[in-house]
């Protein structure tokens, strides 16, 4: 997979960096006047189709072979100001490209786990669950009844501590949990974690005087953001921006920092000795140990940096529901993730986050609105058993099968650096001098 | 109720869920031993026979047929379609992949779980206007030698599908070419047997039995639903794991050792609360502890013992004793 040879791939036209840079901007130009002239007024199916389009600004800026300028010119102002403007004037969809940005995150965790280092792992959410509940319960009235001291627990300050404690928390869970059961092979380990998900999520809804069951945690506090609004103070006095709308602000820029953290994190580690070492246990366990690859150990690595970037995505998804309950991380939540990495394509870092746009689009905003416009038509009036939007383990399921029979390596496969030696540095070869002179 | 009636209801009712489990278990154990693959569809395949044997029995509702005879019909309708669909499930998802890395068709595994039980929550709503169905009453509710009829015929049915299927993979032709392809199934290929067919009639007898106990789980339990796959599979995967996969009879103590298993914890905090009536201070504490797991705590339990299981025992509990692969 890794040896294919891409050097004779005959170059097409986004390789030419002029007119990649031209076709990105043009691009991003078109799609978010789109967005921004229909973002209010157009049907929800074809809203939902243009902002598949708008979505794809980001992906086609990252694969594209575009200038950096370029790429800057594209992706700072679609980000920066045409989504928030888009989600000020439609609250669902900032809800959808939040809930894209938190599950990128996570797709982008265990895309360590499953792509790179090639641990399959079916109870992911776990880790995501632990973030939460740690700034969940903290944060919250919980605290109070489990000191019994009442209060409505920490002030929403604690907040920045707790995004780091919450990173740590699911590093330790996922190195509680890796220690045992990283010995196993392939599919046991598949069934073992998600045994251990399913216990995670059995503790959250029954430990009930430490994390309220099956109700979950509510009312949890949110950090003050006094500092926000001053910086955006003409903005939101200039539009008249309610509290609500402010705070929906500061959580996308919040999830668009950690995400871009996250992302630079993953492209620094893909190209790290550690991340070579992941690579080597997933093509060949055997081969890799051999080389001197610890494998315990790069795999506990694998598993607790997956774990770190869902806790903190967790303690930001508390702060994001102001509750949190046992029923948020099922299996589905982890299959689901799962979905979006294979979708995406393994170990390919914009691959994942394709992923994550495509499912959470297909989910929250496409299936839905494709829904509601069937509702409307007269054959399907009387019939609601016909709900698109009802089956969406069906696409999901399709989707896996469908991807592994026919396109395995993912909408936008890993391409791995080749360094090619030139043959005259190689030692002990005789440089093959091209016969010259024969006619 | 006296402690001797609390165990021994523990006892019957582990009893009765641990022959389901098995016979669920066993689908697993098959599958994976001829092709190496955790068939995660299986629980849908056992739900599907528990979706077929209610349409059955709807469909003899009037007809005035004696109950065991109506429960029979189901049971063979249930054993061949869902047989059958385990076959197409092998036929179109997995024999495509059977050179792939191993994480490709366990993935497509979970995929036709995920597509199946959307299916059949379809079909359901279609037909049947509702996610669950309750399944009708025609065995009766006399008690037959202590037990109720339901799990009876349960442990009947499920008693002779084990030692029949035990008696098919060791005794007789077919069960050792089964036994060939899960040994090697190239050599197995050279020595004339047609693997493939083999495979094929694997999950068939596989699919059978999961849809045996779909229809055993339907009239005991008197309810069914499209996701009701999901937990029984798990667990009985786990009891498959437990005993040793691969194993016949590893399967049926494993079934049984998490059947009981389960019925203790649901009823330990009985026990929890008999013991804070003691004397003892240190029974007293650890009844007081007892006395708080409630019966959601079950589902944890198998979880438990498989990871520990497979931590110290991966071969499984008869998994050294039998070498040889179903």
């Known amino acids: ?439 | 109720m006296s402690d001797l009636q609390i165990w021994i209801s523990i006892f019957r009712d582990g009893l009765i869920l641990g022959v389901i489990y098995a016979v669920i278990a066993l689908g697993y154990t098959m599958v994976y031993g001829v092709l190496q693959l955790i068939n995660f569809a299986h629980s849908e395949v056992f739900a599907t026979g528990a979706i077929v044997g209610y349409e059955v029995l709807i469909l003899f509702k009037d007809s005035g047929i004696n109950g065991y005879v109506q429960v029979g019909i189901a049971l063979l309708v249930a054993m061949l379609i869902s047989g059958g669909l385990n076959v197409l499930i092998e036929r179109l998802a997995y024999r495509p992949l059977r050179n792939a890395p191993k994480l490709v068709p366990l993935i497509t595994a979970i995929g036709v779980s995920f597509l199946l039980q959307d299916t059949l929550r379809m079909f359901l709503n279609v037909k049947e206007q509702t996610d669950k169905v309750p399944y009708p009453t025609v065995l009766g509710s006399d008690m037959i030698l202590g037990l109720q009829p339901a799990d009876l015929l349960l442990i009947i049915v499920g008693g002779v599908m084990l030692v029949g299927l035990n008696f098919l993979v060791n005794r007789t032709k077919l069960g050792t070419a089964i036994r060939a392809v899960a040994q090697d199934g190239q050599t197995a290929r050279l020595m004339g047997i047609n693997t493939n067919n083999i495979i094929a009639l694997t999950f068939f007898i596989g699919g059978a039995l999961g849809g045996v106990a779909g229809v055993l789980w339907g009239v005991k339990f008197g309810q069914v639903d499209a996701y009701m796959g999901t937990a029984p599979g798990l667990k009985a995967f786990t009891a498959a794991v437990l005993g040793g996969i691969g194993s016949v009879p590893g399967a049926v103590v494993g079934g049984l050792v998490l059947g009981f298993l389960e019925n203790l914890i649901a009823t330990i905090s009985i026990f929890g609360v008999k013991m804070t009536l003691t004397d003892n201070s240190f029974i007293q504490g650890i009844g007081s502890v007892l006395q708080n797991i409630n019966i959601q705590w079950k589902d944890v339990g198998p979880f438990m013992v498989l990871i520990i299981i497979l931590i110290f025992k991966p071969a499984g509990l008869l998994g050294k004793a039998t070498t040889e692969k179903v």
């Open chain 1, 1 to 439: 997979m890794t040896h294919n040879n891409r050097t004779e791939k005959k170059p097409g036209i986004l390789d030419n960096p002029q007119l990649a840079s031209l076709i990105v901007l043009i691009y991003t130009a078109i799609t978010s006047t789109l967005m921004l002239t229909i973002a209010t007024t157009a049907n929800n199916l074809v809203q939902s189709l243009f902002f598949a389009a708008f979505l794809g600004t980001v992906v086609l800026t990252f694969k594209s072979k575009a200038s950096t300028w370029a790429k800057i010119l594209s992706l700072a102002p679609a980000l920066m100001v045409v989504m928030p403007i888009i989600g000020l004037r439609n609250e669902f969809l900032l809800e959808v490209v939040l809930q894209i940005v938190i599950y990128a995150a996570l797709a982008l965790g265990l895309n360590i786990v499953v792509g790179l280092a090639g641990l399959l792992d079916l109870g992911y959410v776990a880790f995501f669950a632990v973030g939460a509940y740690t700034w969940g319960i903290f944060g919250s009235a919980q605290l109070g009844k489990i000191n019994g001291q009442g209060g409505s627990g920490l002030d929403g300050n604690w907040f920045w501590l707790f995004l780091a404690l919450a990173i740590l928390v699911a590093i330790g869970v996922g190195v509680l949990i890796g220690l045992p059961v990283l010995k196993l092979k392939g599919d046991y380990l598949a069934i073992v974690t998600l045994g251990l998900g399913e216990v995670i999520r059995v503790f959250a809804n029954n430990l009930t005087p430490i994390t309220n069951g099956p109700n979950g945690v509510l009312g949890i506090n949110p950090p003050h953001i006094g500092w926000f609004s001053a910086l955006l103070a003409p903005i939101i006095n200039r539009y008249e921006l309610s509290e609500p709308q402010v705070f929906a602000l500061f959580l996308y820029f919040l999830v668009l920092v950690v995400i871009a953290i996250i992302v630079l994190f993953n492209m620094r580690l893909d190209q790290s000795h550690i991340g070579r070492n992941w690579i080597a246990i997933r093509e060949d366990e055997i081969a890799a140990q051999a080389m001197g690859v610890p494998l315990v150990r790069t795999k506990l690595i694998a598993f607790a940096t997956g774990a770190s970037f869902a806790g903190v995505m967790g303690a930001i998804f508390a702060i994001k529901q102001t509750a949190v309950s046992p029923e948020d991380f099922t299996f589905f939540q982890s299959i689901g993730v799962l979905v979006m990495v294979i979708l995406g394509g393994m170990g390919s870092i914009p691959g994942v986050i394709v992923g994550a746009m495509a499912v959470i689009w297909l989910q929250l905003d496409f299936l839905k609105s494709l829904s509601e416009y069937l509702q409307t038509l007269p054959a399907f009036q009387d019939n609601n058993t016909f709900d698109p939007a009802k089956y969406e383990k069906l696409y999901f399921g399709l989707l896996l099968i469908l991807m592994m029979l026919f396109r395995p390596q993912g909408l936008l496969p890993a391409v791995r650096k080749h360094i090619k030696i030139p043959e005259e540095a190689l030692p002990g070869t005789p440089v093959a001098k091209p016969a010259q002179g024969v006619k």
